[in-house]
Structure formats: C-alpha cells, structure tokens
C-alpha cells in the first residue's frame, strides 16, 4: 500500500492510495458533491487497454512513409525507444525539409488530462513551434464552433457570456424562470478542463427551486434536467429550436408582450427580424401553428409559454448541443433575441447566457490570477483549419473554403502528429475519416491507452497517466490549485510526453529550444513563481513552491464579477458599449449579411437541416455526452464499464417506436444509416420523445471490418452514423450531435467486442 497522495483531473480532486494494481480515491474533502465519474482510476492503472511499449505500423515501416489504406487494419512491430524516438525525428525532419512546417498537422485537438504543464496538446505545440518553426493549427474546439465564431459578432466573446455571464449565485437569488434550451444536466457539469475541486451546481438549482424559480427544460429528453431543478420538460424535436422561439417572439409580438424600448434602445435590427417572422418578403407567418408543425410542441403550449415569460425575471440559456448541428448558429442567436425581446439582458438573474450548465466551469467566479499555461513559442505558419473539418482538409488538399467571412484553402498535409485527443471518438463519419487518415504519409500519437486513434496510428508512442507523473492542476475557475503527486510509477515503457519531445527535439539539435533546460520540477517552480509574482502585485503573498508542493493545495483569491459586461452595457449603452460595431446587440448583423452566406444570413432565421428524418431512416439519433465518463477518456474502467450492457454502449428508445420495430427492453439493436452501422444494447423509456433514439458517445470505436465502406460498430460509437459537415459556411463546427437513422432488433453474431484488447505486436524489431 502506498503513501496517499492528492491529485486532481478534469472531473474533481481527491487523494489517491495505491493498492496493488488498484487505486484506492477519496474524493477531495471541500466538494460538496464530488463526482462519481472518480471512480474510473480505480481499476485504470495496469489495464490490458494500457499502452506499454512504442510500436511502429508494418507498412510504414517496410514500404516508408506514404498514403496507405491498411491504416486501421495493419499489424505492429514493438520497437525500442532509441528506434522509436529516431524514426518520429527522422521522418519530421523529412517532411520538414521537402514540403516545410505548412504540411504537418499539430492541431491535436482533445482534452487530454488535468495538469497545467503536462497538458499534452500544448506540449505538441510548442515542440512544433521550437523545432520545425511551426505547423498547421485549428480553431475553435468541437464543443462550441458555432457560437464562438457567431457571439462575437452579435454580443461578445464566449467567454464573456459563457464564464462570466449570469451567475449560479445570481440565478439562486434573482431568477424567477430558467429556460434552457438543452436542458441543465448535472452529468455534464460535472466537468471542467482543468479541474473542478467543488461542485455545487446541484446546490444552487435546489436553492433556486426552494425560492420558487421554475427551470423549464426544452429538450427531447427528460433527463437533461436533474431532480434537483424540480422543474418542467417541454419535449422537442431535434434541431428545431430556432423555429419554437421564432414562434415566441412572434407570440410576444402579436400580443404586445415585447419591450419595444429595450429593444431599441439597446439593440440593432428588431424591425427587420419582425419582418421576417411576419413572413412579409415570403409569405410564411412564423407563428405558434407554424412552430408545431416542425418542433412538435402543441401552438397552444408555444403560446402559453411566451406569455409565462413575460414580466419575470428570465434567464434564456442555449446548450453547447443545440449548436452542435447544421445551422448551430441560429438557436444560439435567437436565444439571445428572445432575452432582449423580453428586456432581461443586465437585470440580475435575467438575460442570456450561453451554455449555462454545460461545463463546470460556467457560471462561476474568476481566479484574480491564474496558474499559466506552458508557452506554447511562436507559430510560423499562417494555414489553419476550422478544428472539425479536418478530414476534409486531408481529402481535399488545395481546395477554398468558406469560413467566416474569407476564404481560406486546405493546406497539403502529410504528416499529423496527435497528443491528447482522439479523433476516432470525436469527429464524425469515421469511414470518411480513416480515409482522410489513410492520406497522410504519417500519423504519430501519443497515447496512455490504445485508442482507435492509437491503432491507425504509423508509430505509438506510450505516454504516461497523470497519475504516473508530477503536475499542477488548476483551472481559471477553480479557487484551488493542487500540487499533483504521482501515485503510481509509468507503466510499461510510457514517457511522459514532455520527455519524448525532448529527446525528439534533441535528435534535432533543437533539445534547448524546447525545454529552455529545464526538467519537469524546474518547469512547475517555474511557472509557479510566475504566479506568485503577479499574486505579490495585488498583495496575496503565497508560499513558496516547496511550501505549496508539500501542502499539496492552495487557495486563491477570487472576483465574482459575473454578468458585468451586461449590468454596466444596460446601466448606459453609450459609455460601456458592447465590443459590437455599433455597440449594441445584434439582431442584425451588418457584418455577417455582408458575408452573403445562404446557409447564414444578416439576421437569424429557421433553416430546416437537410438531412431529415425519411421512410428510410425515420428516427433521429441524439449522440450527446457520456454520463459514466468524460467522451472516450478510460471507456475501460471501472464506473464506465458499469454502465454497458453485454459489453455495450447503452441507447434510449421510446416504447413506441420499439413496439413498431418488435424491439423489448435489453435486445442488442443496430442502428444505421448510409454511412455505417453499430450495435447498442436498447433500453426502453417514456422519458424520450417518441421518435428520437439517444445513444452517447465515447464508447472506443470496433468496426467488425475497419476497411468497409459501411463499417459496423460493434460496440456503439455513434460516430459511425453522424455526417460530416459544417454547421454553415459562418463557422464550419462540428455538427455531430444529431443524425437521421433507422433501428431494427439484431440476431446476429458480429463477435465479442475488441476495442479494448491489447495490442500484440506481430514482431519485434531487432
Ligand atoms: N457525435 C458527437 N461527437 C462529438 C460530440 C457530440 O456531442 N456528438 N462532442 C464533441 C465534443 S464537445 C468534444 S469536446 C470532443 C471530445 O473529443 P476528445 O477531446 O478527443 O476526447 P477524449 O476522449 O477526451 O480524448 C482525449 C484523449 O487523450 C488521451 N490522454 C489523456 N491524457 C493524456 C496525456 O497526458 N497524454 C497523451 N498523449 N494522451 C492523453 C486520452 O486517453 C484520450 O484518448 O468530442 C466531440 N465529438
Ligand atoms: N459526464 C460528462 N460531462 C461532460 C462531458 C462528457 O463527456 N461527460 N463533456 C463536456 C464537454 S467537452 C462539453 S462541450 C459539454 C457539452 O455540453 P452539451 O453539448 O450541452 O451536452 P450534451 O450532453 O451533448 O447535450 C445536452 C443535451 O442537449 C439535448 N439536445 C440535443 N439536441 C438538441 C436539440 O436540437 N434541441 C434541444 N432543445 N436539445 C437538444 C440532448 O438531449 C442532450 O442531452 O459537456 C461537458 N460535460
Ligand atoms: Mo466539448
């Protein structure tokens, strides 16, 4: 039994005690509601899904770089580390010097695991930036392209309305009604990227309901708003928001419920929105009848909903989810529109937030200082992508794109270098994707754990745990900064990835560069101490690193300034404008209508998504986040594995549709569609909207036959079915939370699942 130690991660702190191959986890002693998803370092450590020694891809190695279509179906060769890191500096150095920094990849988009330094998708970057002079990147992240590219236009950065918007303390006290579009769910708050040492969404919601604030819920499934909200569900069809509240603006209008002085005093373009959903150019009325037909709420419930709102203090919040869909744009704006028509925008408790809920971090107050994050050096390459299109950056090199307001071309890739995420979990038509992968010359990733990303990968290089190495975790919205102490010793063979970019950047000549020679501890007492300066400069002297590395946490000074941009916009418009180009809230936007986008003009409208339920696939399919586990992060263990059926990812379905399929509660189902298929275990439930199926994502891709046209899935990644395309030519997101399917009962064999089966190298290497 080992010393306990604390540590944290991206779903809460606590301390962890070795014993033998498991971990023993007391969850931090502050959390009021610690999360459950700790449970899966239990038994994570030495599992068989582990990585434990570099190997290299058969074709790569004997045929050398170059497009290979066995990615995905290849064998491996276990190679030393003297060969594995000689091999990674070689072939960069390869297509460094042939084609220039402009054809490597180093988004490396994903999560990775707590720890400031560690944080494997800045060591990428700067590796790239120290010793080829940079590399190709993305922007913006698969959670929220479409509103990070749309708020700024219309309000302010997302971080000013997501992390400092409307307060849960602000919401426990002032609001009277909580609309959110997308529901509240507890499981997803449960996660910040950094950390999260308290959780206390739980608390606030009950404290709002005690004083009589009404959560309604608007989403296909009941479950998006947690018990403690004592609230209500409204039922919605997928994707279909942007016509409801439509529906109740033009409801508010009709009955002269809108605040016409708000709306003009404070914002741009209310006129011509009323055009619109007066149908005066096309003749479509976008009222409450109209509304029912497309989202499948009852005219007379749109109705009384828009006349509950007026006159309350309303907060309108727009889950990430909403966005995450052809047209993702639209719901986000409108809800903004609906919080002015009702004049709530800068009252306490009242106005707009954007995805309240969604993540820990949301809603919350600020570090005065921070923990800072590695530098990342300077990048020298100007090409980057919208972070979701990147299998249409490897299948269609050289060609233009839209994206928000220019065009821009894909660059030529050729080689994609992956630490801290994984794209075979969360980009979307994975057949597409292995055959935008099957284009590189190369692909390296650095893993824990063997992925589907790992096994596509020409060389895997093991990294380690943060629970095998030493770390700070901290996040800007976290009072509490934890010195992270290592449990366990590496397992196998994994480095850290600071350390195999080291010795890659040596083989270089460019060792000093990238570690500006310091080792790990040197690097944490180094940006330690940066902090500690800036908190001497406003007089919150902390210890020194050995005092703080020793007592493990330390609390910061903190600003509860949520919702200020708006309080001060609303207190005088003219002397605090918005960062918009007129200052106000844009209901139209002069700038995105003069980017003559079809699929996103001047001022938001409802454009049905073109993919729509069919004779063929009736259903749609909602893919949203894992309750057990953070997307794909240790699917393998413990409290994740809890949670599958036979071995599999769990969907939801309504008794109705499963009676019209002869479908019963536990059968193994498929779901397809024309991009692939996959097998879930179904559960039945009334708590869904009838025809709507919810299947979450994060379960490690299996295809059956990985070189298929129409892979099958065998253990339920709904990634399989989801299409690949942008949620419009504004900000090209990702679109993957929904999709068209059919289901239908499986009696056949497709063999036990794999995902996590260890790798076993056909060879070794002498
Ligand atoms: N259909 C559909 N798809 C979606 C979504 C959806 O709603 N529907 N949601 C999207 C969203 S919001 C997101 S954010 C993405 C998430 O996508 P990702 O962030 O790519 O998912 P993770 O599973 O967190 O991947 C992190 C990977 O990093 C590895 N890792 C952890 N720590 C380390 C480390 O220290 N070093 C190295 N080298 N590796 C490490 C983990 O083992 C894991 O494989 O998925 C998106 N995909
Ligand atoms: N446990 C856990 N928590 C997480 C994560 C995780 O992987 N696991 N991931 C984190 C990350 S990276 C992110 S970005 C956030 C994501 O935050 P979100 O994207 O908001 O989370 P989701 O669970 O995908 O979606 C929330 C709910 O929206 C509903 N919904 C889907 N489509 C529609 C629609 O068209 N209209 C309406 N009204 N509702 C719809 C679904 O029922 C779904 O349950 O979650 C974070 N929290
Ligand atoms: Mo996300």
């Not at 009021?32 to 899904?49: K, Q, Y």
């Not at 727009?318 to 800068?346: D, K, N």
């Not at 900064?481 to 040596?506: C, N, S």
């Not at 300066?533 to 300034?561: N, R, S």
């Amino acid at each position: 039994m080992s010393a306990p130690v604390i540590h944290s991660s991206h779903w809460g702190a606590f301390t962890a005690q070795r014993v033998e191959n498991e971990l023993n986890i007391i969850p931090f002693s502050a959390d009021p509601d610690p999360s459950p998803l700790l449970e899966n370092f239990t038994d994570a450590l030495t599992h068989p899904a582990r990585v434990t020694q570099p190997m290299v891809r058969r074709g790569w190695l004997e045929e050398g770089p170059g497009p290979d279509d066995r990615r995905g179906a290849d064998e491996y060769i276990a190679i030393s580390w003297e060969q594995a890191l000689d091999l990674a500096a070689k072939e960069l150095q390869r297509v460094a010097e042939l084609y220039g920094p402009q054809a490597v990849f180093g988004g490396s988009y994903g999560w990775s695991s707590a720890g400031r330094f560690h944080h494997a998708q800045s060591q990428v970057h700067r590796f790239l930036n120290t010793t080829i002079g940079g590399y190709v990147r993305s922007v913006w992240s698969y959670s929220s392209a479409a509103a990070s590219v749309i708020l700024p236009h219309i309000v302010a950065p997302q971080d000013e309305i997501s992390r400092r918007g409307v307060s849960w303390r602000e919401i426990a006290e002032h609001s009277d009604i909580i609309l959110a579009f997308g529901g509240l769910a507890l499981k997803n708050a449960q996660v910040a990227s950094g950390g999260m040492s308290e959780h206390t969404e739980r608390g606030y919601m009950k404290q709002a309901a005690r004083r009589g604030a009404r959560f309604i819920s608007v989403s296909p499934l009941r479950s998006d708003l947690p018990d403690a909200a004592a609230g209500e569900w409204l039922p919605i069809t997928p994707g279909t928001d942007a016509a409801l509240i439509l529906a109740l603006l033009h409801t508010l209008y009709q009955h002269g419920l809108t605040d016409e002085d708000f709306l003009a005093r404070y914002c741009t373009g209310w006129p011509t929105l009323v055009r619109y959903f007066q149908g005066e150019a096309d003749g479509i009325v976008r009222n409450a009848a109209w509304a029912e037909a497309i989202c499948g709420i009852p005219a007379s419930e749109i109705i009384t909903l828009a006349q509950r709102l007026h006159g309350r203090r309303v907060l309108v919040t727009v889950a990430h989810a909403l966005q995450r869909a052809q047209h993702g744009e639209q719901p986000v704006w409108l809800g903004l529109v609906l919080a002015s028509a009702l004049g709530q925008p800068g009252l306490p408790g009242g106005g707009y937030t954007y995805a309240l809920g969604a993540l820990g971090h949301y809603g919350k107050a600020f570090n005065r200082v921070s923990f800072p994050s590695l530098p990342q050096g300077k990048n020298g390459v100007e090409a980057l992508i919208p972070v979701a299109r990147i299998a249409d950056m490897l299948l269609h090199p050289g060609e233009p794109f839209q994206f928000n307001g220019v065009e821009r071309h894909y660059p030529h890739i050729r080689l994609a270098w992956w630490a801290g995420g994984n794209p075979f979990h969360h980009h979307q038509d994975l057949a597409r994707l292995r055959r935008a992968f099957c284009r590189l010359d190369t692909l390296i990733v650095h893993e824990h754990s063997l992925t589907a990303t790992a096994r596509h990968a020409d060389l895997i290089l093991p990294a380690t745990m943060t629970l095998e190495r030493e770390d700070v975790g901290g996040a800007p919205t976290d009072r509490h900064l934890f010195a992270m102490h290592p449990v366990a010793k590496p397992h196998g063979e994994a480095r850290d990835d600071f350390a195999i970019f080291r010795d890659i950047a040596a083989r270089l000549g460019k060792e000093k560069a990238f570690t500006e020679g310091r080792n790990v501890r040197e690097w944490l007492q180094h940006l330690y101490q940066q902090m500690q300066q800036k908190l001497a400069e406003i007089d919150h002297p902390v210890p020194d690193f050995d005092h703080f590395w020793q007592q493990g946490v330390l609390t910061l000074p903190q600003v509860d300034d949520g919702g200020r941009l708006m309080r001060r916009f609303r207190a005088d418009p003219l002397a605090n404008p918005l960062p918009t180009p007129d200052g106000k809230i844009q209901i139209f936007s002069a700038v995105i209508d003069r980017f003559a986008y079809a699929d996103c003009p001047g001022h938001p409208v409802w454009r049905e998504p073109d993919e729509q339920p069919n004779p063929l696939h009736p259903l749609w399919l909602i893919a949203n986040q894992p309750a057990p586990r953070l997307h794909s992060q240790l699917d393998y263990a413990r409290y994740s594995a809890k949670h599958k059926q036979q071995g599999k990812e769990v969907c939801l379905m309504h008794p109705e549709d499963a009676a019209a399929r002869e479908i019963s509660e536990g059968d193994i189902v498929m779901l397809h569609n024309a991009r692939g298929a996959l097998l879930a275990v179904v559960n039945l439930s009334v708590n869904i909207k009838p025809g709507v199926v919810q299947l979450p994502t994060g379960a490690w891709y299996d295809p059956v036959d990985p070189k298929a046209e129409r892979p099958l899935c065998r253990h339920g990644n709904p990634n399989v079915l989801t299409r690949d395309i942008g949620t419009s030519s504004l900000a090209q997101g990702c679109s993957g939370q929904i999709t068209v399917i059919q289901a239908a009962r499986f009696t056949g064999d497709a063999g036990p699942v794999q995902a996590f089966s260890p790798l076993i190298p056909a060879a070794t290497r002498e």
